[in-house]
């Protein structure tokens, strides 16, 4: 008989494992995976109360706001508000960071940057879509915790997670000693450890990028696709092409199945489309740790400062050979470009 291993035991077993195990992170992170499933309930019942369509409002990013958005952002700020070990949370659905100055929050040591829905547009139409989380410890010692908490730089998350609502329910997370996925048992309403010590395979054959923005892409990630295109048997060229649009759902894929995603600068985004804080952030520590890689084409995204909450990046993540091909092609024209000028 297999037994089985919930979150919360898991959570509990690993304690011992983190930078200061007084049991706050587990706490925290239990909180996360209790709203997550409250989420799974609302998202499960989605077309048939009235939670789809749109709420009638515009986020920070001028953004229409789904229903669901809104509830999700609701669940996992009520989650952190009331669990007690988060100071601030810093989310895509509000303007500015939420400072959490309640009794018993007042020495949390936690902040939590969310993507409490990502891939809205794909709400509405029966698509996976997701939630991804970062936690970073509180530097500053004293008083209300400082933007310069909610801005730190990716390598300095102590966990990052992603939740998929798919064709079933999935949190995988990370604390910095590797990847571990669960799935949501609905019968008995708890996540079991079913994707122990995940990796992403060295080399993949899948690469997701929205090509409907070709035209506006850099010539290195053109350069890369016709790479990804050509006919080539040795390499099992051509790849395969697999886009959702929801990140979380491309990622998942290429993480298991191994492959790279990419969100380049294009016409209508020219920084990047993707949230730096709680977007490439998180993706791109919980692929590092399964083993794979993630850049912005200049730098590691876990280097980089972020200097706004709601900072956009390019980004390219997943098998680490891919991105290293990727890497070349970009390289090349730059160097042709300061050849040329
Ligand atoms: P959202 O947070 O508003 O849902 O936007 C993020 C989503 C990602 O999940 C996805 O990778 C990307 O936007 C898709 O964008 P596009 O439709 O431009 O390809
Ligand atoms: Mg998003």
């Known amino acids: 008989m297999s037994v089985v291993k919930t979150l919360g035991q898991f959570i509990i077993e690993k304690q011992a494992d983190f930078p200061y ?3 706050e992170l587990s706490r925290l992170l239990r909180d996360i995976g209790i709203a997550a499933k409250i989420v799974n309930r609302e998202v499960n019942k989605a077309g048939l109360v009235d939670i789809l369509g749109d709420a009638g409002t515009i986020n920070i990013q001028g953004e229409g706001q789904k229903k669901l958005d809104v ?23 509000h303007d500015d960071c939420i400072y959490i100055e309640s009794e018993i929050s007042k020495n949390a040591k936690y902040i939590v940057a969310i993507d409490p829905l990502d891939g809205s547009s794909n709400i509405d139409v029966n698509v996976a879509i997701g939630t991804i989380f970062s936690i970073y410890r509180r530097q500053s010692t004293n008083g209300k915790a400082l933007i310069s908490d ?11 997670g992603y939740i998929i609502y798919g064709s079933s329910t999935m949190l995988v997370y990370t604390t910095g000693k590797g990847v571990n996925g669960f799935t949501l048992d609905p019968s008995i309403g708890e996540f079991c450890l079913s994707h122990p010590n995940m990796t992403i395979p060295k080399e993949g054959h899948i690469y997701s990028i929205n090509e409907g923005n070709y035209v506006h892409f850099p010539q290195g990630v ?9 006919e080539d048997v040795a390499t099992k060229r051509p790849y395969t092409s697999r886009y959702i649009g929801s990140m979380v759902a491309d990622i998942h894929r290429n993480l298991i199945k191994g492959g790279i995603f990419l969100y380049p600068v294009s016409a209508a985004y020219p920084k990047g489309k993707l949230r730096l804080v709680y977007e490439c952030n998180p993706m791109a520590f919980i692929l590092e740790q ?15 400062t972020p200097l706004k909450l709601h900072q956009r990046s390019a980004i390219f993540l997943g098998s680490e050979l891919m991105v290293l091909k990727l890497m070349d092609c970009l390289n090349q024209t730059n160097k042709e470009k300061k050849q040329v000028s």
Do not use: H, P
């Open 21 to 23: 195990a007084k049991g």
């Open 71 to 93: 509830y999700a952002n609701e669940q996992f700020i009520s989650a952190l508000r009331s669990g007690g070990e988060c100071c601030v949370v810093a989310s895509e659905e």
């Open 150 to 160: 909610v801005l730190q730089k990716g390598s300095r998350q102590v966990a990052a």
């Open 222 to 230: 053109k350069d890369y696709i016709k790479y990804c295109q050509e």
């Open 290 to 304: 399964a083993g794979g890689g993630a850049t912005d084409g200049f730098n590691r995204i876990l280097d980089l």
